[in-house]
């Protein structure tokens, strides 16, 4: 990558903002140009992720990652369903947690509640 | 029988009380070439150790860019082991590694692991944690340079004299004898009495493990590694450890000073650590400054090298004596990490491949070698001795030049040539056999007092030689004892040097 996908984030959000309504096109049009010039057009992904992120944050949002071990079922639905319009809330399949959650609020505030962090803790004994 | 464990477990899950607090954790979002960059985790602080939860095991890193929105991490483990969006959590802890009496005569990685097999170091509570990154003893804490450290190489200890506590570079170009120099500084710390014994630390960065291997095993056979610790960071470590290798050098070494010890470390070669440096910074992306090196470079090497001092008496009288070696390239001095290292150290023994492949060995330059702080611990024996041999040596190579062009020269002017090529003669010295303070004095006056003067230049080193060891059979306690022990050359000693010098050469004659 090029530059860091916040940094492309914080671009396209500022580009966005200074722009009037009726740029907005142009400014989508020029910003996927510009990404497919830095060769970064596969890391688009990430850089919507950031783009979302750095929106939620603006509106008094915040990004919660949940990462369960299984298919997403009707606890974790309920989960999902505790935070606000706002938020940005992503869900995750991640086998090797075992069993449980873990969520990630901000990408720095984590909350373990899953059975692989239970070992852990308990081995580490 | 797995039954039993299994209800065992149960019993311990059920029973296990969960911390339901958040806790503060940073992503892995790229990781390559030993460097981690980590978003979150924005409380952590710069040189904090963190700990990266890979798949199967637990990885120190050191935090080095605090950016805006990501920490630049340098890996202290196996890099492969780190993928994509592993946790990193704060230790609240500083890079620190185990120093005590129990770590003399072993070899460790710059975190204090032990590389030669001997098993564990130190036991559940023994060893200090000494940081790898501490500030400087202050002015308050520190004492002139006083007592002699003895190298046991007679041209360094007669004219460029080293103090404990002093740091004192060795510089040259490749296969001039650098590390000879220091290993002889390392073997004469057995031999020299009349001081405390110094220990030795000897950090060996960038270097191919078989030389260090050899090098281990030489102060094995000679046993001097019994007095020795060997920081190792091959050439094959990773960039962040050959970094950190002279850091933990120094914690050690500060270690035995705070004991009140002195010892002496030998930081083999800067130049490969400053190369070690720049990597890290580029792979970092710090901005590049001159030859690519990032812009703390100097303070680097001098925040390394201020810890080397000679601690007051209310501060229990140690020292740390640190003897950096710098490589040059083609003899060019003035280039950017050697001339950082030279203003940054107390002096610098300059060794010449010119004099190497002429034969002088040590090939130190007399002329562009200097000690600024070291006469003042110069014993007086050797003070009196060879306090005038610097001059004459200096005039040696002024005329030098002259005999190219005529061959017709006044006596006094010929006798100052033959008196220069004797001396220099005199000082050269075989690898490895460093030369006890009081042999080293008694040749050297031999040599300034004129009775050499009918020596050939060829016969020289066995006339000396032959001096040494009727000196060492017929007068050794009055002589040679008398100069170890009192550390003076006193008119009495002098009366007895000469009239045995003057019967060893009416014994050689006859």
Redesign the interface.
Known sequence: MKYPAEIYAKAFLGALQSSGREEERSVIKNFSSLLKKNGDLQNHEKISLEIEKLMSKKDGGIFVSIEVAKKAGAAVKKLAGLFSEKDVVKINILPELLAGARILINGEREFDFSFKRRLKDLFAK | MSYEILEK?RK??SG?K?E?G??????VSEVGDGILRI????GALAQELLSVEAQSEEIPALAFNLEE??IGAVILGDGDKVRVGA?VIKTGKVLSIKAGEEILGRVVDPLGRPLDGKGVIFSAKGGKDYFLERRAPSVIERESVSVPLHTGIKAIDAMIPIGRGQRELIIGDRQTGKTAIALDAILNQLQDEGRRKAVSIYVAIGQKNSKIAKTIAMLEERGAMKNTIVVSASASSPASLQYLAPFAGAAIGEYFMDSGMDAVIIYDDLSKHADAYRQLSLLLRRPPGREAYPGDIFYLHARLLERSAKLSKEKGGGSLTALPIIETKLGDVSSYIPTNVISITDGQIYLESGLFYQGVRPAVNVGLSVSRVGSAAQTKAMKKVAGKMRLELAQFRELAAFVQFSSDLDPDTKKKIARGELLTEILKQADLEPAPFEKAVVILYAALSGAMDNIPIPEAQSYASGLLDWLEKLHRDEILGAIRKSSDFTDEVEEKLKAAIKDYGISAKS
């Open positions: 477990l311990e899950i296990f969960e339901k958040a806790r503060e954790v940073g992503i978003s979150g985790l924005s929105n990501f946790r």
